[in-house]
């Protein structure tokens, strides 16, 4: 199947300082691409959804200037984190659509963020 | 809106029992039905899905079928093993492209 591929898988961050986090689909091009964020034992919670070359949708909460989303290419989209704080910390996915009718959605290996 | 509902969790067996873990979901449209599995401390695997009434979508030894009269995508395996412990989420899509609705997630534990 198609690959997604994150990248950090861990991090380490001071307070204060910004952080980004790298999600490549590796062999198609991902028109869309899903940011989500997941807490210990709980389900995954969209953060954003992103479409190459335009700005991202923000779902309600998120802010959208602490979590800058970026989708320059059809296969690169980024998270950067900006003053991090602790409470920032947890297990950020991102996926990506692959296009066309198949109507699937592949995820990434998820990077750990922690904020000290 | 949408929505998607799992049987509450952990469920623990025994290696070779019959696994079952309910989902329900509510939809406005015709949604496309997606299993989906977390191994621990990574992202999501798609286990199978299905994207229209009475499919069946397997792999694995994996199996659910899409019911529409009862709202259905019940995620079913004949003999777990050991391997198969994990998170289990169900999940649908509205359209094709759009933004997954996620249910609550399912610990599997397969004891040997």
């Known amino acids: 199947g198609a690959v997604v591929s994150q990248h950090p898988s861990w991090v380490i961050c001071k307070s204060g300082t910004s952080v980004k986090i790298e999600c490549r689909s590796l062999?198609?091009?991902?028109?869309?691409m899903f940011w989500y964020r997941q807490f210990p034992k709980q389900s995954l919670m969209l953060m954003a959804t992103?479409?190459?070359?335009?700005?991202?949708?923000?779902e309600q909460g998120v802010e959208k200037d602490k979590f800058l989303i970026n989708h320059a290419s059809l296969t690169l989209s980024t998270l950067t984190v900006t003053s991090a704080h602790p409470e920032d910390s947890s297990f950020y996915i991102c996926?990506?659509?692959?296009?066309?009718?198949?109507?699937?959605?592949?995820f990434g290996e998820g990077s750990w963020l922690t904020v000290v | 809106g949408n929505s998607v509902t799992q049987m509450e969790g952990p469920v623990t067996l025994s290696e070779e029992a019959f696994l079952t873990i309910n989902c329900t979901y509510t939809a406005t449209g015709y949604p496309s039905l997606f299993w989906y599995v977390q191994y621990p401390g990574e992202g999501l695997q798609l286990l199978l899905k299905a994207t229209k009434a009475d499919d069946k979508g397997s792999n694995k030894g994996f199996e659910a079928t899409y019911r529409k009269e009862t709202t259905s995508f019940h995620l079913e395996k004949g003999s777990v093993q050991v391997s198969d412990s994990a998170v289990y989420f169900c999940a649908l899509q509205e359209t094709s492209g759009s933004r997954l609705t996620f249910g609550e997630g399912t610990q599997l534990t397969v004891n040997p």
């Open positions: 996926s990506a659509w692959t296009g066309g009718t198949g109507n699937t959605i592949y």
């Open positions: 992103s479409n190459e070359g335009s700005k991202a949708t923000y």
């Open positions: 062999d198609f091009q991902a028109t869309t």
